[in-house]
T-cell receptor
C-alpha cells in the first residue's frame, strides 16, 4: 500500500513564475492537508480538503495561493507569481476520515522543496 | 491565543540515557495528542497517540504521558541511541492538526 506521494520532490522557480505541487493521498484516504515548513521553523497548517471541497483554508495566504482536490486525480497546491519568501518545504498529509478530535492520525508525504531564485 | 510549546529547541543527551521532551498547550482542549518524528529532509512520521483519558502510553522504548490538568504531555525515550537523533513534534488534534515547533534531539555516542 503506497504511502502519500508528493511530486515534484524539488522544484526551482524564478520569481514571478507559478509553482504546482501535487499530492496523491494514501489509498482509501479522502482527506488531505497541506503544511508549509520554513527553514528551521515548525510545520504551519495551510489548508484541509476533502474530495471537491475545501474544509478549512484558514492557514492559506489570501493571495497567490490556492488548493484543490478534484474528484479524480491528486490534490494540487498552486502558488502564483512566486516570491523568494515562498521558498520552503511543502508537506501533504492524508487521513481516512476527518480528524476533529476523532483520534485519526495523519500520514505525511516526503515533501516538495520549493526554491525561488 | 492558542499556543503549543515544546520545551527546548535542542536537547543533547548521552547514549543510554533517557530523553524527556515536553509539550505544553494553551487554550486547546484536545481529546488526543500525538507525537511525530521528523528526520532532516523527510516528512514527519507518526509515533504515538494518547487519549485524554489515558495517563500513559508505551511503545517499545517510547513512553508518552498526558496531563490535561497541567495541559502537558511528556515524551520519553529510554535507553536512547544515536539513531534516535531527530526532531520530535507534538500535535494537537482539532479541526485540523496543529503542530508544536519541535525539539531537535541529539543522542551522543
Amino acid at each position: 500500500n503506497a504511502g502519500v506521494m508528493q511530486n515534484p520532490r524539488h522544484l526551482v522557480r524564478r520569481r514571478g513564475q507559478e509553482a504546482r505541487l501535487r499530492c496523491s493521498p494514501m489509498k482509501g484516504h479522502s482527506h488531505v492537508y497541506w503544511y508549509r515548513q520554513l527553514p528551521e521553523e515548525g510545520l504551519k497548517f495551510m489548508v484541509y480538503l476533502q474530495k471537491e471541497n475545501i474544509i478549512d483554508e484558514s492557514g492559506m495566504p489570501k493571495e497567490r495561493f490556492s488548493a484543490e482536490f478534484p474528484k479524480e486525480g491528486p490534490s494540487i497546491l498552486r502558488i502564483q507569481q512566486v516570491v523568494r519568501g515562498d521558498s520552503a518545504a511543502y508537506f501533504c498529509a492524508s487521513s481516512p476520515q476527518s480528524t476533529g478530535n476523532s483520534g485519526n492520525t495523519i500520514y505525511f508525504g516526503e515533501g516538495s522543496w520549493l526554491t525561488v531564485v | 491565543s492558542q499556543k503549543i510549546e515544546q520545551n527546548s529547541e535542542a536537547l543533547n543527551i548521552q547514549e543510554g540515557k533517557t530523553a524527556t521532551l515536553t509539550c505544553n498547550y494553551t487554550n486547546y482542549s484536545p481529546a488526543y495528542l500525538q507525537w511525530y518524528r521528523q528526520d532532516p529532509g523527510r516528512g514527519p512520521v507518526f509515533l504515538l497517540l494518547i487519549r485524554e483519558n489515558e495517563k500513559e502510553k508505551r511503545k517499545e522504548r517510547l513512553k508518552v504521558t498526558f496531563d490535561t490538568t497541567l495541559k502537558q504531555s511528556l515524551f520519553h525515550i529510554t535507553a536512547s541511541q544515536p539513531a534516535d537523533s531527530a526532531t520530535y513534534l507534538c500535535a494537537v488534534d482539532g479541526q485540523n492538526f496543529v503542530f508544536g515547533p519541535g525539539t531537535r534531539l541529539s543522542v551522543l555516542p
